[in-house]
């Protein structure tokens, strides 16, 4: 896949849809919105340490919680905004 169209899918494979399937997140303008932040309530998978940074898997009693912020039922808070103009309101989304 080329183009816009791509890059949208693209952006929506690598972010968390792990409660419902991918869903564009549009702008009013008709852009498609870029994510701007990600706030996910662990940093890692606690059953393994596949993800665990490097620093951390010698520390002991390291945590995949360590701010101990919780989004919803243990999903992640999503910020999107419109490339086109970031002045057009931003999108919230949870997961």
Request: proline share 9%.
């Amino acid at each position: 896949m080329a183009g816009e169209e791509g890059e949208q899918l693209v952006q929506l494979l690598f972010d968390a849809w792990h409660r419902t399937d991918p869903q564009p997140v549009d702008c009013a303008c008709g852009m498609p919105m870029e994510p701007l932040l990600t706030i996910d309530s662990t940093e890692w998978h606690g059953g393994g340490r596949s993800w665990m940074p490097l620093e951390d898997r010698a520390r002991e009693g390291a945590t995949a919680l360590p701010t101990g912020v919780t989004i919803g039922r243990w999903g992640a808070l999503r910020i999107f905004t419109c490339p086109a103009d970031p002045t057009h309101p931003r999108q919230v989304g949870e997961q």
